[in-house]
């Protein structure tokens, strides 16, 4: 069963999946040449997906096929996650309007033509995302995110291949911390993963809810559960939630891009980058991606996202 799906505007498929690479593997997101992996679940069954895509510019579609489906139910999920995944619903062309004239991002946005942030479709993996990449360099956060994910995940066929769906809050909730530790996860990320797992599967925390939230009352909540800061919050209304108009401005890449680009690599205070950032309005995330990756392109020659 097969499902095509339009960008409709400018998409680099490869530049914008290139994280699920840079950094190492992730079993939960299998990047191949040319074909992306990933299983949903529907009404407590695992199902394994491929995305293809062709094209180029704004006439690039998505070929999103789930081997061996038996309902419609089963692709209709899996598109739902591919538009996600591949930030569809993201304004490009109004975003590229809005900076055409900005200093660095029209250079940028000329440069990387078609790049999105890629989302996280799931909230809890967000969520469980940053922890792991809290304090440390994004090649180990990967590493201790497979660990996890192989551990406590479902692995589902696909072509042959296996991916693994990420794991269920209440599977991560019956964990003891010194499995984390054993995964080379610091007591605390452990403690904060399993306490937010807990939270999640009580109920006490309904992060699907999120969704029709404010950003104000996204963070509030968030910043409510142990381990969890407005640097979480904010990183989780961008790439998890989709959220136009945040900037996670006390991130240090963030600081350190916007230093780069726009005070001669001089450090800004974090109320100047958002005010700064406040002038792209609903633009803010796709911008914060463009000099994320614009820095990361002129200091290695790699681009891709964040």
Sequence with gaps: MEATVE????????????????????????????????A?????????????WDGAGQGVHLTVSVPGAGHARAIEA????????????LD??????????????????ARMRGLRPTLTPLPFEMLVGSVCAQQVNLTFAFTVRRRLVERFGTPV??????????????????????????MQFTTRKAEYIIGLAEQVASGRLDLDAMRDRS?????????????????SAEWFLARGLGRGDVCPAGDLGVRKAFAHFYNRGRPLSEMAIRRRAAKW????NVAVHYLLSGARLEATGTGGGT
Excluded at 78 to 89: C, N, P, Y
Excluded at 215 to 231: K, P
Aim: aromatic share 10%; net charge neutral.
């Design 40 to 52: 949903v679940e529907v009404e407590g069954r695992w199902h394994g997906y491929e995305v293809r």
């Design 78 to 89: 899996a598109v739902r996650q591919v538009r996600h995944i591949f930030g569809l619903d």
């Design 92 to 109: 490009m062309c109004g975003f590229y309007r809005a900076v055409a004239a900005d200093s660095a991002l029209g250079g940028l946005a």
């Design 157 to 182: 066929g696909v072509a042959g291949l296996t991916v693994y769906g990420f794991p269920a809050p209440s599977a991560v909730a019956g964990a003891e911390v010194a499995e984390l530790r054993a």
């Design 215 to 231: 950003n104000h009352d996204v963070i509030a909540a968030l910043t409510g559960v142990r381990g969890f800061g407005r640097w």
């Design 281 to 284: 309005g609903a633009h803010q």
């Design 7 to 38: 960008a409709g505007g400018p998409l680099d498929p490869d530049s914008s999946l290139a994280r699920f690479r840079l950094w190492g593997e992730d079993p939960a997101n299998r990047l191949a040449a040319g074909v992306f992996r990933r």
